[in-house]
C-alpha cells in the first residue's frame, strides 16, 4: 500500500471525526505524557529529554498486601527522590506522577486491589500513604494502575476509593496550602470489559467526577498469547471491536468528556514466529512469539529492520505497521502512524496523549514526532 494512499485515507477519516465531534471552548493545557519504568536500569532519570513530555508517570509502586500502606526500602526511596529531584532541575520542567500498580505483579496485585478497595478502614490506610510517599519525595500527583477490576462489585469500589481519594486530596491541600496532587488513572482501552467471562463496566461518572483523567490503554490488542498475528494497537479494524477509535468512543459514550481523556500510545510491538513463511498477514497462524519474547521496544524493532531486507507494511485498515522477515512477524507503530493517531486523537478533541514506555524510543523519533503533530489552540 503506497504511503499516499495511506495517509489520504486517514486525512479523510479525521476531518469526518471533526465534523461529528463539533468543537468546544475551552481546551484545557495538553498532556503529553509517558510512563518511566524504573525497572530500566540503563535509563536513569538524567537520560530524558523533558522538551517532549508535560508529564511523566514513575512506574511503578505497589502497597503492602496486608497494612496496604507503602513500605519503601532504601534503595526504593532513594529512586523516588532521584526521579523527581533530577526532572525538577530539567529544562523545560514536567509534572511527575507516582503510578501505582502495573501490569508486571499480574497475578497477585488485582487481588491486593480488590481486598483494599472492598473496606473503607483499608481504603484510607492507602489513601494517606500514597499521600505522605507523594508529598514526601515531591510528586505533583497520584496515579491508579489497577489492571484490572473483576467483577461489578469491584468496579464499585473503586469509585468508592476513588470519591474517598479525592475527599482527601482537598482537605490535604486545604490544611497544607499547597496545589491538590493531580489524581489519574490507566484504565482498560474500553469503557466496557465486552470481551470477559465477566461483563462489566468502569464507574465513569465517578471517574468523571474524581480524577483529574483517564489514560486508557489502547494496545495489547493482539500478542503471542494467540496463535495469530494481528496489530498490537490498531486505531481501526473493521472485523472486531478491539481498537482504538471503538474504545474512546465508548468512554464517550459513558460519560466520560473528551478533555479527561488522554490516548495511550505503544512504543513497543508485538512479536510472532509464523507458521507459514508464505503466510504473513492479519490472521497468519504462528508457532509462538517471536524475538523478544513477543516483545519489542521500537529501538529494538529499528535494529531488526536494519538488519536486512525485511518488508515493511502501513496497513491502512487499523493505522498500524507490520514487518516480516523469514518466520519473525512484529505489529508496531512507527513515528508516521504514531503522528496519524494523533491527528485523531486531537479531531476527538481529546486532552492528550501517553507513550508506554520511555527508553523504548530510538533517539526521541516517536516522541518528538508525536510531540510535534499535536497542534496547538491559538
Ligand atoms: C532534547 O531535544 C531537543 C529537541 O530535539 C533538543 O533541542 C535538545 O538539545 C535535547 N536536549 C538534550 C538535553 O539532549
Ligand atoms: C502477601 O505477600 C507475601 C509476600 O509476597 C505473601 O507471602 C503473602 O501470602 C501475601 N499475603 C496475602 C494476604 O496476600
Ligand atoms: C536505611 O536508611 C536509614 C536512614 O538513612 C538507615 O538508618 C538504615 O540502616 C538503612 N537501612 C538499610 C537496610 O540499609
Ligand atoms: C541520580 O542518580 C545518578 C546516578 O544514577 C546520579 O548521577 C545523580 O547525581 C543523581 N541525581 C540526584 C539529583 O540525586
Ligand atoms: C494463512 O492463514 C490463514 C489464517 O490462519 C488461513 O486461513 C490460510 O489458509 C493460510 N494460508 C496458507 C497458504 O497457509
Ligand atoms: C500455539 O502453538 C504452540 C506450538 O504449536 C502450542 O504449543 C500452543 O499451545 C499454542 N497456543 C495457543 C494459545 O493456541
Ligand atoms: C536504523 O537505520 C537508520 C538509518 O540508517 C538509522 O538512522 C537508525 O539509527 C538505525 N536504528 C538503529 C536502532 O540502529
Ligand atoms: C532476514 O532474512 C535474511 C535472509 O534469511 C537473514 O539473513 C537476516 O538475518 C534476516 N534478518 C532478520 C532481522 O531476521
Given at each position: ?23 468546544t471552548a ?7 505524557a509517558?510512563?518511566?519504568?524504573s525497572?530500566?536500569?540503563?535509563f ?7 522538551s517532549f ?10 502497597p ?22 533530577t526532572?525538577?532541575h530539567?529544562?523545560?520542567?514536567v ?21 483494599l478497595?472492598s ?27 489497577w ?9 464499585k469500589?473503586l469509585?468508592?476509593?476513588l470519591k ?6 482537598k ?7 499547597r496545589?491538590?496532587?493531580?489524581l489519574?488513572?490507566a484504565v ?6 465486552f ?5 462489566r463496566s ?7 467526577k ?14 503471542a498469547?494467540?496463535?495469530t ?10 472485523n472486531?471491536?478491539v ?26 510491538g ?6 507459514n ?9 504462528a ?10 521496544s ?8 536494519n538488519?536486512s531486507g ?20 512484529v505489529?508496531?507503530d ?13 479531531a476527538l ?9 520511555l527508553?523504548?524510543d530510538s ?12 497542534i496547538?489552540?491559538?
Amino acid at each position: 500500500m503506497a504511503i499516499h494512499n495511506f495517509l489520504h485515507i486517514l486525512l479523510l477519516l479525521c476531518s469526518l471525526m471533526i465534523i461529528n465531534t463539533g468543537c468546544t471552548a475551552e481546551v484545557p493545557p495538553a498532556v503529553k505524557a509517558a510512563y518511566y519504568p524504573s525497572f530500566s536500569p540503563d535509563f536513569p532519570p538524567s537520560a530524558i529529554n523533558t522538551s517532549f513530555f508535560t508529564h511523566i508517570f514513575y512506574a511503578f509502586l505497589v502497597p503492602n498486601n496486608v497494612t496496604f500502606k507503602f513500605d519503601l526500602s532504601n534503595s526504593t526511596a532513594l529512586l523516588l527522590s532521584n526521579f523527581t529531584t533530577t526532572l525538577r532541575h530539567k529544562t523545560p520542567p514536567v509534572k511527575t506522577l507516582l503510578s501505582i500498580g502495573g501490569a508486571a505483579d499480574g497475578v497477585v496485585l488485582p487481588f491486593v486491589f480488590a481486598r483494599l478497595a472492598s473496606k473503607a478502614s483499608s481504603r484510607s490506610q492507602f489513601i494517606q500513604s500514597a499521600i505522605e510517599v507523594a508529598r514526601k519525595f515531591g510528586f505533583d500527583g497520584l496515579d491508579l494502575d489497577w489492571e484490572f477490576p473483576q467483577s461489578p462489585k469491584e468496579m464499585k469500589d473503586l469509585g468508592h476509593l476513588l470519591k474517598e481519594w479525592r475527599h482527601a486530596l482537598k482537605e490535604e491541600s486545604k490544611s497544607t496550602a499547597r496545589l491538590p496532587l493531580l489524581l489519574t488513572a490507566a484504565v482498560y482501552f474500553s469503557a466496557d470489559f465486552f470481551l470477559d467471562a465477566i461483563p462489566r463496566s468502569y464507574p465513569a461518572s465517578s471517574l468523571k467526577k474524581y480524577l483529574d483523567w483517564i489514560n486508557p490503554m489502547c494496545y495489547d490488542y493482539n500478542g503471542a498469547w494467540s496463535n495469530t498475528t494481528g496489530p498490537n494497537a490498531a486505531l481501526w479494524n473493521s472485523n472486531s471491536n478491539v481498537n482504538s477509535i471503538y474504545g474512546l468512543r465508548s468512554w464517550i459514550k459513558a460519560g466520560m468528556p473528551p478533555e479527561k481523556l488522554v490516548m495511550g500510545l505503544a512504543q513497543y510491538g508485538r512479536s510472532w514466529e509464523l507458521q507459514n513463511l508464505k503466510n504473513h498477514s492479519f490472521g497468519a497462524t504462528a508457532i509462538g512469539p517471536g524475538p523478544g519474547a513477543g516483545m519489542l521496544s521500537y529501538h529494538q524493532v529499528e535494529t531488526l529492520l536494519n538488519q536486512s531486507g525485511a518488508i515493511v507494511v502501513y496497513d491502512v485498515d487499523t493505522v498500524s505497521v507490520y514487518s516480516y522477515n523469514g518466520s519473525t512477524w512484529v505489529s508496531y507503530d512507527d513515528a508516521f502512524t504514531t503522528a496519524a493517531k494523533i491527528g485523531f486523537a486531537q479531531a476527538l478533541r481529546l486532552r492528550g496523549y501517553f507513550f508506554w514506555a520511555l527508553s523504548y524510543d530510538s533517539d526521541w523519533k516517536i516522541s518528538a514526532q508525536a510531540s510535534k503533530s499535536w497542534i496547538l489552540d491559538e
